[in-house]
Every structure is written in structure tokens, then in C-alpha cells.
């Protein structure tokens, strides 16, 4: 197993650019994963802006509040499997908030995916990744991040749920030493 390679943000773009300009019309999935508030959803669309027709998918829209971590199986059912033959994509955004199924969104194959959030790399979503990515911002940084974007009820939901849950999955499957890049989450935009 190679070390993934520490870079900035516009390094990590421009690599992701020469991998799609060397896959045209051909599905290419790349993976960006990390803890809670370290910047994955802001690259992700830095990602989307550079690279055309780039489609992200974010794992939070396959979370619930009655459901551990996220929805992996229907991440499967809904995206990785069709993209992998060919087909269109067409998964379903749950709401949160009201713990339902909201808008469905569409993908075609032959695009760039980006798949990002917490665990986005996990083991058991066997996705076929062209080059994955770790965010790495400091805890408190995170947390404060947390703290602006879900508020002060939030944040014992984060403490005793969200971070323990990625603390496990960091210690049993140890992304940021298996992932291709590692970035900075707080560099400036």
C-alpha cells in the first residue's frame, strides 16, 4: 500500500481534472472523506465548478435520524449499481427534518461522481474510486464549524453520536492512511 500524498486543494483539483480529461464519457467516481465539518461538501463543489459536468452525491442525503451513519444499501441500489452498468443513476435526497424521502436527482453515466461525506469510502459501498481523498481540518475547527452550520441543539448529538460513530470507522478502517490524497480542510478558498 503507497502513503497517500499530502496536497493542497488546487493540486488535488487539477489531479482530478487530468483523470477526467484521460476518461471521457466514462463514469468516473472519485471519493472525498473525513470527519464531520472538515470541508468535504466545499471541495466537492470546488470539484463540480472545475471539472464539467461533474455530479456530486452526498452521503447526508442517505442519512436519517433514525438511521446509524447512512443508508449504504440504497446508496448501492440507487447509484452505484447503475452507474457500474451503464445506466442512469436516480436516487432519492431524504429530509432530515421531517425523516422522509424528498426530491429524487438524477445522474447519467459517463460523468465525473463525486461521492463525499463522512465515510463516503467505506469499505462496504464497493465503489470502483479512480482517486479518493481525506480532509483533514483540526477538531476544534470542525466543531466550530458544526456549531455555526447546526446550532447549539445539535451539538450533544454531535458528541455523543456523529463523532464517536466516525471515531470507530477511522480506527477500524483507517481511510487517511488508504486514500490516494490528503488535504487540508482550512485552507482559505
Same mark, same amino acid.
Given at each position: 500500500?503507497?502513503?497517500?500524498?499530502?496536497?493542497?486543494?488546487?493540486?488535488?483539483?487539477?489531479?482530478?481534472?487530468?483523470?477526467?480529461a484521460?476518461?471521457?464519457?466514462?463514469?468516473?467516481?472519485?471519493?472525498?472523506?473525513?470527519p464531520?465539518?472538515?470541508?468535504?461538501?466545499?471541495?466537492?463543489?470546488?470539484?463540480?465548478?472545475?471539472?464539467?459536468?461533474?455530479?456530486?452525491?452526498?452521503?447526508?442525503?442517505?442519512?436519517?435520524?433514525?438511521v446509524?451513519?447512512? =443508508?449504504?444499501? $440504497?446508496?448501492?441500489?440507487?447509484? *452505484?449499481?447503475?452507474?457500474?452498468? &451503464?445506466? #442512469?443513476?436516480?436516487?432519492?435526497?431524504?429530509?432530515?427534518?421531517r425523516?422522509?424521502?424528498?426530491?429524487?436527482?438524477?445522474i447519467?453515466?459517463?460523468?465525473?461522481?463525486?461521492?463525499?461525506?463522512?465515510?463516503?469510502?467505506r469499505?462496504?459501498?464497493?465503489?470502483?474510486?479512480?482517486?479518493?481523498?481525506?480532509? =483533514?481540518?483540526? $477538531?476544534?475547527?470542525r466543531?466550530? *464549524?458544526?456549531?455555526?452550520?447546526? &446550532?447549539? #441543539?445539535?451539538?450533544?448529538?454531535?458528541?455523543?453520536?456523529?463523532?464517536?460513530?466516525?471515531?470507530?470507522?477511522?480506527a477500524?478502517?483507517?481511510?487517511?492512511?488508504?486514500?490516494?490524497?490528503?488535504?487540508?480542510?482550512?485552507?482559505?478558498?
Amino acid at each position: 500500500m503507497v502513503a497517500p500524498r499530502r496536497v493542497a486543494q488546487a493540486e488535488a483539483v487539477t489531479e482530478i481534472e487530468a483523470v477526467a480529461a484521460s476518461r471521457p464519457n466514462i463514469t468516473t467516481f472519485i471519493g472525498i472523506d473525513g470527519p464531520g465539518g472538515a470541508g468535504k461538501s466545499a471541495l466537492a463543489m470546488r470539484i463540480k465548478a472545475a471539472v464539467p459536468g461533474a455530479q456530486v452525491v452526498a452521503v447526508d442525503d442517505f442519512a436519517g435520524p433514525r438511521v446509524p451513519e447512512w =443508508d449504504w444499501l $440504497r446508496f448501492i441500489r440507487q447509484v *452505484r449499481d447503475p452507474l457500474l452498468a &451503464g445506466r #442512469a443513476a436516480h436516487y432519492q435526497r431524504w429530509d432530515w427534518d421531517r425523516d422522509e424521502g424528498a426530491e429524487w436527482h438524477d445522474i447519467p453515466p459517463g460523468v465525473v461522481v463525486v461521492i463525499e461525506g463522512v465515510s463516503s469510502t467505506r469499505d462496504e459501498v464497493g465503489v470502483p474510486w479512480h482517486l479518493t481523498l481525506w480532509v =483533514d481540518t483540526a $477538531r476544534e475547527a470542525r466543531l466550530a *464549524r458544526a456549531l455555526q452550520r447546526d &446550532g447549539e #441543539a445539535m451539538m450533544a448529538t454531535w458528541l455523543t453520536e456523529w463523532i464517536p460513530s466516525e471515531e470507530a470507522y477511522i480506527a477500524a478502517q483507517r481511510p487517511q492512511q488508504r486514500l490516494d490524497l490528503v488535504v487540508s480542510g482550512e485552507e482559505p478558498p
